[in-house]
């Protein structure tokens, strides 16, 4: 009997003991599934997420990349192109033609540029293709007292929102959602570029209170995709940084919406000519080389 019980007993032991491996392995497996595997390779495969097609076109021309229609589900505004740069494969995404307010303008704000970027990410992840490095690219406000001007190339050190007002414990920090970009201090270097904050909200405009938010955001520019495309790029794990150029200054003298349409032409030249140049220097690197 004596030996029955301790054949049982050691039985037992061994089956706990099978079991708590189980358990750890799959735990550490789930742990380190939510670590960003992107950023450990050599970053070969980038999306560079575009709002506007006038600030898409010059560089989706110049790289002659090209459209790739069956990219999106059939029932989304959003357009895809793609293509090489060097050792780069490089997938421009943006948010197409307003079609339900039959409006007919840009798809500009927060909802299509998550929504286009989590379709993007999910789509490539789902075809083995996953992107190492996504890139948000496009024409902001500067702020004059972080020494912005007009054209300036402004690389984002994070994101936030300054319109998403939550006074409710927990909701508030959710409502800012200020989330890091990968760091670019060496690009910044290299393209003799500036770092800072980019602030997102809904509105081309702003009041008093945005103005507040703002300054406690510590924002160099002011978009309205930045912090949505961030979110989206964060659930699929993809390191992220936005490449903003500066159209109109936010806390100078004329209204956004004339300095805004006045520079945009030369701002998405700025972009063409400083992408290629963003693309020169990540194709190839790790990310802690950025």
């Known amino acids: 009997h004596d030996v029955v019980l301790c054949s049982c007993e050691c039985s037992e032991m061994l089956l706990k003991i099978f079991l708590a491996v189980i358990l750890l392995n799959s735990s550490t497996t789930a742990f380190s599934s939510i670590k960003p595997a992107a950023s450990h390779k050599m970053i070969s ?18 790289l002659n990349l090209q459209p790739d229609t069956t990219f999106f589900p059939s029932q989304t505004p ?42 993007t990410l999910q789509k490539m992840s789902v075809e083995d293709n996953a992107a190492h490095l ?24 994070a994101v936030a929102n300054h319109d998403r007002r939550i006074p409710i414990p927990g909701f508030e920090t959710f409502g800012v959602g ?20 980019c602030t997102t909200g809904n509105s081309l405009d702003f009041h008093e209170v945005d103005s507040q938010h703002m300054i406690d955001n510590d924002a160099s520019v002011k ?13 699929w794990n993809v390191p ?30 700025s972009l063409q000519e400083a992408l290629p140049k963003v693309i020169d220097f990540v ?8």
Do not use: Y
């Open 45 to 62: 495969n980038v999306v560079i997420a575009i709002a506007m097609e006038a600030e898409a076109s010059p560089f989706v021309n110049h």
């Open 78 to 119: 959003f357009h895809a192109f793609t293509g090489k740069h060097g050792n780069c494969n490089l997938t421009v995404v943006t948010n197409g033609k307003d079609a339900v307010h039959d409006t007919g303008v840009d798809n500009v704000g927060t909802v299509p540029a998550a929504v286009a970027t989590f379709l």
């Open 134 to 157: 996504l890139i948000n690219a496009g024409t902001c406000g500067g702020f004059k007292r972080k020494g912005a001007e007009i054209g300036d190339v402004f690389l984002t050190t």
């Open 178 to 197: 200020r989330i890091a970009s990968t760091s670019v201090e060496n690009l910044a270097s290299h393209l003799d570029a500036k770092l800072g904050v």
């Open 223 to 235: 978009d309205m995709e930045a912090a949505a495309i961030a979110w989206a790029s964060e659930t």
């Open 240 to 269: 992220h940084f936005g490449v903003k150029v500066v159209t109109d200054i936010v806390d100078g003298d004329k209204p956004t919406q004339e300095e805004f349409f006045e520079n945009l032409g030369t701002a998405a030249k």
């Open 283 to 290: 194709c190839d690197k790790k990310h802690d080389e950025l």
